[in-house]
């Protein structure tokens, strides 16, 4: 149980174009998902925290209207990066917090999508 | 404010000999840590965690890790380390001011040579 799932795994797209990358959870309702950005050989930078129904909380210095999320039911978040270019090529990853986990802040991953914008 | 340091940025050991990854942590209070692992282009996978107990924490594929509060330390081991093993590892710290949002470390990559 508990398992993530994001798509697409990888999207090549144009500078200018949006690009959007859906999270779902497959076994359980997850009401938190968290949106993460890695670079290369770097670590995992918190970009958002997905509330089911209501606004995304944003970290410091993300833009909001760049990235938008969007948690319109209990399985699936979404992240659409808006007028993309090339510097927002990058590793996004999803994650939710299963039930099981609700208590102690276990999170459970999805595979990560890559992004590149040419 | 909650952090984890990871000090090492890669690891080398050979297959068959015990692997050590370290992770410091600086907390306000009892602190939730976790270790995850990363193969590449892929997501993150839960190791294990300590949240109370026993300082001896075991989780998947034979993965043990030992919480010291003295030392503020919670360094992953293995006893016999395999090729298999070799991937990013990443420590980790529950951010208290968001309930369940992870901190985590820089991540320490863990060569293991035939």
């Known amino acids: 149980?508990?398992?993530?799932?994001?798509?697409?795994?990888?999207?090549?797209?144009?500078?200018?174009?949006?690009?959007?990358?859906?999270?779902?959870?497959?076994?359980?309702?997850?009401?938190?998902?968290?949106?993460?950005?890695?670079?290369?050989k770097q670590s995992l930078m918190l970009m958002a925290t997905s509330n089911e129904g209501s606004k995304a909380t944003y970290e410091q210095g993300v833009e909001k209207d760049k990235f938008l999320i969007n948690h319109a039911s209990l399985t699936l978040s979404t992240l659409t990066v808006t007028s993309a270019h090339p510097e927002d090529s990058s590793f996004y990853i999803c994650s939710a917090s299963a039930p099981r986990g609700a208590n102690t802040g276990e999170l459970f991953f999805g595979e990560g999508s890559r992004l590149t914008v040419l | 404010a909650q952090s984890v340091a990871q000090p090492e940025d890669q690891v080398n050991v050979a297959e068959g000999n015990p692997l050590t990854v370290k992770c410091t942590y600086s907390v306000s209070g009892n602190p939730y840590l976790f270790w995850y692992v990363q193969y590449p282009n892929?997501?993150?996978?839960?190791?294990?965690?300590?949240?109370?107990?026993?300082?001896?924490?075991?989780?998947?594929?034979?993965?043990e890790a030992e919480f010291n509060k003295s030392q503020t330390s919670f360094h992953l081991k293995k006893p016999s380390?395999?090729?298999?093993?070799?991937?990013?590892?990443?420590?980790?710290?529950?951010?208290?001011?968001?309930?369940?949002?992870?901190?985590?470390?820089?991540?320490?990559?863990?060569?293991?040579?035939?």
């Open chain 2, 42 to 63: 892929r997501g993150l996978q839960f190791l294990l965690k300590y949240i109370t107990g026993d300082n001896l924490v075991k989780g998947s594929y034979g993965f």
């Open chain 1, 1 to 40: 149980g508990a398992v993530v799932s994001q798509h697409p795994s990888r999207v090549i797209c144009k500078s200018g174009t949006s690009v959007k990358i859906e999270c779902r959870s497959l076994d359980f309702q997850a009401t938190t998902m968290f949106w993460y950005r890695q670079f290369p």
């Open chain 2, 81 to 114: 380390a395999l090729v298999s093993d070799s991937a990013l590892y990443f420590c980790a710290v529950r951010f208290l001011r968001g309930f369940q949002k992870l901190v985590f470390g820089t991540g320490t990559r863990l060569l293991v040579s035939p």
